[in-house]
């Protein structure tokens, strides 16, 4: 007979896994585990060899569009297009498939969801111009 029993999800631990990685010191290579704290930067002690070093988390989405807000226009979009060719395969067709679903997004947002505007354009223009009657 098989059993159809299955083990609750610990939704406790696969956070606790998810919201904490391990590092190695960089003196003693003592793993380490620290909490993500995303665009965040940790100063980690560690307690075999009583070093301390710094942990940057960077988001890799904020670091992409970084703005630098003492340059002029050209000079940010050229710095953007060269840290887009920088960027593996992979993450150029996610962000271009992000990139084209929100503007599909958008075009059925301002549309009205399936041309219904268009249709409220039909309906006015009929009740402003009736048809010509023909009396016989």
Known sequence: MIS??????NIAGAWK????????CPQCAQKIRVPVRPGKVL?????SCRCHFQLDFKVPLI????????????????DLKNRFWNLSFRSKVGLL??????SL??????????????????????????PATRRI
Do not use: I, Y
């Open 97 to 102: 498939s992000a990139l084209v679903l929100m």
């Open 63 to 78: 670091e992409f569009f970084r703005w630098q807000s003492g340059k002029s226009l050209k000079h940010n979009l050229l």
């Open 105 to 130: 997004m958008m075009s059925l947002l301002f549309t009205g969801l399936g041309g219904k505007g268009q249709e409220l354009d039909n309906q006015k223009a009929h009740s402003e111009n009736p």
């Open 4 to 9: 159809t029993f299955k083990r609750p999800l």
């Open 17 to 24: 896994n998810l919201s904490r990685k391990v590092f190695s």
């Open 43 to 47: 100063r980690v002690h560690c307690q």
